[in-house]
């Protein structure tokens, strides 16, 4: 339920990030804007209007985990709430042989103990601006796709410059509808970032990849940070309110968060490219790692420790993909596609209007996509990295290109390396997060591998990166001679600019001089023949369904905040009725049906305190609001703007939300607030923390 | 170590059985033929010569396993040990959710609790005849491809009855050199086998994944079976003693068993072939349902158990493989054949009649193989049924193709349904091992999803196939509507002939029914157009090689038995020497050093009797003699014929063995003896069994 972008890290998805569409919305479906809610909507069908004052005290006390997931303010003190497993990256990065915060949890009893992230960013929405028509207006008339994607690139990359400067904020330029419409969004970005509790994950990711995207569900997925400004906890005016009941049956809830990703409206032939090739691409890789990352987990306990966030993720990934596969797979829901495409070709084609002006969007989409999948693999390989797939490379490619995209304009750079987003850069590339050259080295003799199996082993550049050796000795060559590990000598290159880094004789870096060319070559065809093609037709397309269905529509999702609304409600599965919530004791009769065994077995802090506890608490709860990955740790809030839950997953029936909403058996699954702090006060005896929650 | 064929089922090596090469032996390379034994290099080397009755009580004390692997007669009283992973297929058929022999082990303390497995087949070799003047004599000078593959098929069908019929034997044509000989095979059948002990998997397989095909290792990889016939315990003859001490450092040491496959002697493009489609296609599909086995198997512990054989399948296989793979993909490995390819054409060419007979053999191999790559796929799916893979599929293509070629004469038939094979056939086909529903739905809708990913959904057959359904919901389907897990419903079928096989609703039959017609199609051009002309061509090469380095070369692995020599010598792994063998007391140490932790966790039964072993006693030991998978189980012999230890494993520098031999630090490995003989007295209580070896 994380944001697969991060989760799989530059795979395949990747390029899809900057496409979108519009859908039209059915009973609970939407992921709206926060400056066009669903009033109408709602108010027809729940008899509620959220205020002005509601939805920016939501909008504000939202926050986004730019490691991939959501989170809520829910203190007047800079409290952040998160999902454990949103938090997971920050806690891998802070363990080590001798501790090993992920598996025993983390709890900061005073503030002082409260320990600082390694390179955690985190955002908080104060602004949007619609800026359609400045976009627009760089693109000349008559322009070439090439020319365009140019233009394009220079109004964004400067107008965030430009409003960055005065503002002192993060400024985005976010791509909606898949080019209808531009929107500038502001954060305050913080970085002083401290872990203050997380559960142990046996109870956190309780039934482990069995029970992922299951549901019934018993898991305390929740895990909490403070955001500190000049070495003091952040004050905050808009946190949310704690919920003295929680969430109860049938009630109207909404969903604030960052869903990542979806291809709500993406046209049948895209569709098909992402069956055929990109999902199955995809799941090659992702099972090709876990089963890697398994492998070598399985030699030892700090192997596991090392590897654990990682092969999460690859698990999370695998099962998330394969449950969007499988949608794709099926011939009904590609033949509501087709029928939906259909009715709207025939509705434009109907009117002469949008005829002259969207009727060949469709085509255009098609024959992009075929361009695509010719330069598919080449892509996924060098310039999403999948042939190099380590840290250490990671590393220097962001030194390499940090160095020629800094010698240019700010207009003229890769859109990551533009002079807003220079800041997280730096962030990630001085992180001092641990590297494991065991690790590192398994993985990319695994990528070198599978770059040859693809490429084919008599490619010329294949051969200049194997350099005469086998994918093994390679990697291990690479990953032992590499200095990249130390931040210092990191630092060293970026200070040292372009000629830093053309004299530098850090393997890593020479290997990732080596293939930046053609990386960049395959980079500028995408761009220029897939992404702006695809760019100018789905944004007709969109112009199209505006104009036919009226501006009730929402976006695809973005990685950016975002409004959902629904019920708490139970549903039936395979004949059975299954419950809107469990309750803690339904977690202790679940590990007992599955003989306590691991993933079944809860902690022993759980075990020890089960007395105390009232265990008809509702645990875990499912609602209709529309969510996608990236969404995990939202804040699930009620009519009074109070949280009432957490966000942590959506089951099996709601992976083919990627493409299309279905309420019938699809849910969002979360965190009962009642379980937080019933946890938080009996099994970890923190009355404090537990206090100020809503406070 | 297990044959890959049978642990990969019908994976793509299964296409490549009937071919072989040829090599000329380095150090102790080498898979001799029994009535070729390397008696100049022995005696050379080692100033031995094995006599007559040496070579015969080896070769009849050897049993193969027709379910994947090697064994020996221990005893005079039909008692046959082979490893645990051998077993495991019986032991798994055996098992039910109340008693999992896999996992707690099986003792019978008498022969009256020896229990009969399910459908093992167990062999004994009994004579060799030449007869390649017969088979190469049906081949008409000038025939089409075509037309010599049918009569050579049809030449070895009628032999083969032919010598059953008056023999009583089972009797099979095996192709040599790739087609420079043909040799009969007669054997002698036994499926009276039943189960006598085998120790817990804890043991059998301490170390489980992460130490498979490593060193040092400490494994009881053992298990014992008796062979009945008349209900009573077999007598024999030939049997092996049992070595008072063991194998000692430095000895010469003999192994008798059935290595299943090689490709020592591909040519450059048939290696390129498999480097380059054969091993990732295999390589994805293993780790496929890898992962696949896994998440069921997650789910709990009978689940667990229904894999558990399935899934230490494809892990054996996915890192064998791999280690295959990287032997391909490493230029010095490929850079020596490229060489030993170019001086061999060399020496052909300089000879007027080898340049005339042989001299376009390679470009023929090349040919082949680019028509292989062609069909590759189609191949796969259907003919060796990747795209329905689960047993009610197997099952339904054995009753469909069983009462097809039962029709025929049997000069015509496919080789597996010729008339003196169909006793193997039937056995399996009315197996009452366990079928799982669940585990078969599961595996065949990720088989209908990769036969929807590879093929296309457009396809017309995928299309029929899917019956309009998604994959998940065709599997579930289908599975839920076969009653092939009823032996009698097969056993109707298969009485009722094709009449029965037409009229039946069984889904499954009808899937089958389906797909065998285009099925058969790609076999065909795959026996016309690859294997064919392929044997022809490696006939050729394998003519000229006999010309030019002598008679003293040994045929690449056919399943069939062979006898390899070398000696118990350590060796040195980056740095470490490594000893000959380990000790009892190092797998207590092992334990230790790993957390104890599954799969480092030895048995109670271990740790009670830890205080009564002799710690020093030998437990496992490594060998230069030449093996690969399907050795399983085979017995090493010291020069007097006593057993010293039993093959489990090769090492990880021993996997690129499928191609090339190298003895620098390339090693099989065995459990010593001594072992054996310690843990059945003092573990396993078990002074009757210990006595019995070698009596």
């Known amino acids: 339920m994380k944001n697969a972008q991060s989760f799989i890290g530059r795979m395949a998805v990747l390029a899809l990030v900057t496409l979108g569409g519009t859908a039209a919305a059915r009973g609970d479906e939407g992921m709206w804007l926060f400056n066009q809610p669903p009033k109408k909507i709602l108010q027809e069908k729940y008899g509620f209007e959220p205020t002005g004052p509601w939805l920016t005290n939501l909008q504000r006390a939202s926050v986004r985990f730019n490691s991939g997931g959501s989170g809520s303010f829910v203190s007047s003190d800079g409290l952040v709430m998160t999902n454990h497993h949103v938090g997971a990256d920050a806690l891998q990065k802070l363990s080590s042989h001798e501790r090993d915060y992920i598996a025993t949890g983390f709890h900061a009893r005073t503030q002082a103990e409260e320990i600082k992230c390694v390179d955690l960013e985190l955002n908080v929405l104060v602004g949007i601006e619609d800026v359609t028509a400045r976009i627009n207006a760089a693109v000349k008339p008559g322009a070439s796709a090439a020319e365009s994607q140019k233009a394009r690139r220079a109004a964004m990359n400067n107008l965030e410059k430009e409003s960055a400067d005065k503002t002192g904020l993060r400024c985005d330029v976010v791509t909606l509808y898949r080019g209808g419409l531009y929107h500038l969004y502001s954060y305050k970005r913080y970085t002083d970032v401290r872990l203050v509790f997380a559960p142990e994950m046996a109870v956190a990711f309780f039934g482990g990849d069995p029970d992922n995207f299951e549901y019934p569900r018993y898991d305390l997925d929740i895990c909490f940070f403070r955001i500190y400004e000049n070495d003091r906890p952040l004050k905050v005016e808009h946190y949310l309110k704690w919920s003295a009941e929680g969430a109860a049956d049938g009630e109207l809830v909404f969903v604030s968060g960052h869903p990542g990703h979806t291809n709500r409206l993406d046209t049948v032939a895209n569709l098909e490219f992402l069956r055929d090739r990109v999902y199955p691409y995809t799941l090659n890789l992702i099972r090709r790692r876990e089963v890697l990352l398994s492998i070598y987990s399985e030699r030892g306990l700090e192997n596991a420790r090392r590897a654990k966030e990682d092969l999460f993720a690859m698990q999370n990934a695998r099962k998330a993909r394969a449950g969007g596969l499988a949608g794709l797979q099926d011939p009904a829901v590609m033949g509501d596609k087709r029928k939906e495409e259909k009715k709207l070709r025939d509705a434009v084609q109907a009117d002469p209007r949008l005829s002259k002006s969207a009727g060949d969007a469709w085509s255009q989409v098609g024959s992009a996509v075929k361009t695509w999948n010719d330069i598919f693999y080449r892509h996924q390989l060098l310039e999403a990295g999948h042939a190099f797939l380590c840290k250490k490379f990671e590393i220097a490619r962001f030194l390499v290109r940090l160095a020629e995209e800094s010698a240019k304009p700010n207009a003229d750079r890769l859109r990551e390396y533009r002079e807003s987003n220079l800041q997280s850069v730096r962030l990630m590339l001085f992180s001092e997060a641990p590297i494991y050259d065991d690790l590192e080295t398994v993985k990319l003799a695994d990528a070198l591998s599978m770059y040859m199996e693809i490429a084919g082993a008599d490619n010329e550049l294949v051969q200049k990166v194997l350099a005469g050796k086998s994918p093994r000795d390679r990697a291990a060559e690479l990953i032992r001679g590499s200095r990249l590990a130390d931040v210092a000598v990191r630092r060293q290159l970026a200070d040292g600019g372009l000629k830093a880094i053309q004299s530098s004789d850090d393997p890593m870096i020479r290997l990732a001089r080596l293939v930046d060319e053609p990386a960049r070559r395959v980079r500028k065809s995408f761009e220029d023949k897939v992404e702006e093609p695809l760019r100018q037709a789905y944004a007709k397309i969109a112009d199209a369904r505006f104009a036919l269905v009226g501006t009730d529509v929402y976006p695809d999702a973005t990685f950016t905040l975002r409004l959902s609304f629904g019920e ?114 009996k099994v970890y005896d923190d009355q404090k923390l537990a206090d100020e929650l809503g406070r």
Chains 1, 2 share one sequence.
């Open 568 to 681: 708490v409600k139970g549903y039936t599965d395979l004949g059975v009725q299954l419950p809107p919530w469990t309750t803690l004791g339904g977690a202790y009769r679940h590990a007992e049906e599955h003989g306590s065994r691991w993933p079944f077995a809860l902690p022993q802090s759980w075990l020890d305190r089960k007395p105390r506890l009232n265990l008809d608490t509702p645990f875990n709860f499912v609602l209709t609001s529309d969510i996608i990955g990236g969404n995990s740790g939202s804040p699930v809030v009620n009519r009074r703007g109070e949280l009432v839950g957490i966000i942590f997953d959506g089951n099996l029936e709601s992976l083919v939300w990627d493409f299309v909403y279905t309420e019938q058996t699809g849910r969002a699954i979360a965190v009962h607030s009642s379980a937080i702090r019933e946890a938080l006060r």
